[in-house]
């Protein structure tokens, strides 16, 4: 099964690392975001790769060039303003009719399991699948009870 990363936009939120670089080659433990994620997916035997990529696009190019063991990604320049559809769309002449595959964002970096999620996908016969998180509330979440005691306070 093919996985397509959408590596294109600019991350404005993040713009005082990605006025030099893209935001999916910003390293987390010494390694870019997108060299975390290729990983997860490599760790499931999904090791066909399309980076839909844009802003800066040849420095993503250039890093999994130089890298053999990287040799059957391929880095697709999808536009430096195309929006996420118009990535997965320009990306269709690498898929046969009615082919399944994995999609997810430069900074998409979780710790699903794939085969699991493949199978569910297969199971449900749907169009598509989404995996999502709630993310954490941003200054702390306060439970109050029915007499407006607080009955439970989780820091953020």
Do not use: C, W
């Amino acid at each position: 099964m093919k996985v397509v990363i959408l590596a294109g936009g600019k991350g404005t939120r993040i713009s005082e690392y990605t006025r030099e670089i893209p935001k999916p080659m910003i390293r987390i433990g010494g390694k870019p975001i997108l060299l975390h994620i290729i990983k997860l997916f490599q760790s499931y035997n999904f090791n066909e790769i399309i980076i839909a990529a844009g802003y800066k696009n040849q420095i993503i190019k250039n890093y999994f060039k130089s890298k053999k063991k990287f040799s059957k990604i391929k880095v697709i320049n999808t536009g430096n303003k195309t929006m996420t559809g118009g990535r997965i769309l320009r990306l269709k002449k690498y898929f046969k009719k009615n082919e399944n595959f994995f999609m997810t964002y430069g900074d998409g970096v979780s710790n699903v399991n794939l085969k699991k999620l493949k199978k569910f996908h297969e199971a449900h016969k749907k169009y598509a699948t989404v995996t999502a998180v709630r993310p954490p509330i941003r200054f702390g979440e306060l439970n109050v009870g029915n007499k407006n005691e607080v009955k439970k306070f989780e820091e953020k």
